[in-house]
């Protein structure tokens, strides 16, 4: 069973930054794909980024709203993947959101909640305008 707990959340004026953390349980978490995906209120929870290994190394996966100011990364020792959130804009503000699906990947979707298998409890993100 994989445990996730998101931390780093908190109140950020528009511009500024944020890094969220997600540390997991587990000792295969290298081979998990992790996710980031958020909800804000009345809204239904959208992919934010992912993360998996590949072949090639890590992939990553980026929802058009975040590209060019959010990063997601892994730290595979300490067991944690990270969110680094730069430009925040008013509309960021939501519950984020850690997920992770087990391997195998085939017709994996990262951007569809469905494919994770765990998840976090959520950390709040408020960004001011």
């Known amino acids: 069973q994989v445990q996730l707990v998101e931390s780093g959340g908190g109140l950020v004026q528009a511009g500024g930054s944020l890094r969220l953390s997600c540390a997991a349980s587990g000792r295969t978490f290298s081979n998990y794909a992790m996710g980031w995906f958020r909800q804000a209120p009345g809204k239904e929870r959208e992919f934010v980024t992912a993360?998996?290994?590949?072949?090639?190394?890590?992939?990553?996966y980026y929802a058009d709203s975040v590209k060019g100011r959010f990063s997601i990364s892994r730290d595979n020792a300490k067991n944690t993947v990270y969110l680094q959130m730069n430009s925040l804009k008013p509309e960021d503000t939501a519950v984020y959101y850690c997920?992770?699906?087990?391997?195998?990947?085939?017709?994996?979707?990262?951007?569809?909640?469905?494919?994770?298998?765990?998840w976090g409890q959520g950390t709040q993100v408020t960004v001011s305008s």
């Open positions: 993360i998996r290994i590949s072949w090639i190394g890590d992939s990553t």
């Open positions: 997920g992770a699906r087990a391997p195998p990947f085939t017709g994996w979707s990262a951007g569809s909640s469905n494919e994770y298998d765990h």
